[in-house]
């Protein structure tokens, strides 16, 4: 297994959740590391993105203010603190690698195997 993601669950709407994705598979500077995720019926869709190198962020509107991708380089792992959290959040979650910029998921190498998050109202 190259990326693990864990941390999913079932929430409340309003609470925060964190996600981890622990990597396996080599990541350099150059790379960037992302998470999607796929609602029942739904194409997969950006989340957030964090350049290895630099650590810049970039984020889905729909998650901007709310969410926040990091990582940790010493243990080549990957976060996403989920916050104010509502129905539409509901999906699976996914961790993937990308070698150069972009959101689009046929960029990316490497993927988890998802991680449930379910929001309740």
């Known amino acids: 297994v190259q990326l693990q993601a864990s941390g999913g669950g079932l929430v409340q709407a309003g609470d925060s959740l964190r996600l981890s994705c622990t990597a396996s598979v080599r990541t350099y500077s150059s790379h960037l590391m992302g998470w999607f995720r796929q609602a029942p019926g739904k194409e997969r869709e950006f989340v957030a993105l964090i350049r290895c190198g630099t650590g810049r962020t970039y984020y889905a509107d729909s998650v901007k203010g709310r969410f926040t991708i990091s990582r940790d380089g010493a243990k080549n792992t990957l976060y996403l603190q989920m916050t104010s959290l509502n129905a539409e959040d509901t999906a699976v979650y996914y961790c993937?690698?990308?070698?150069?910029?972009?959101?689009?998921?046929?960029?990316?190498?490497?993927w988890g195997q998802g991680t449930q998050v379910t929001v309740s109202s």
């Open positions: 993937a690698r990308a070698t150069s910029y972009s959101n689009t998921p046929s960029d990316f190498d490497y």
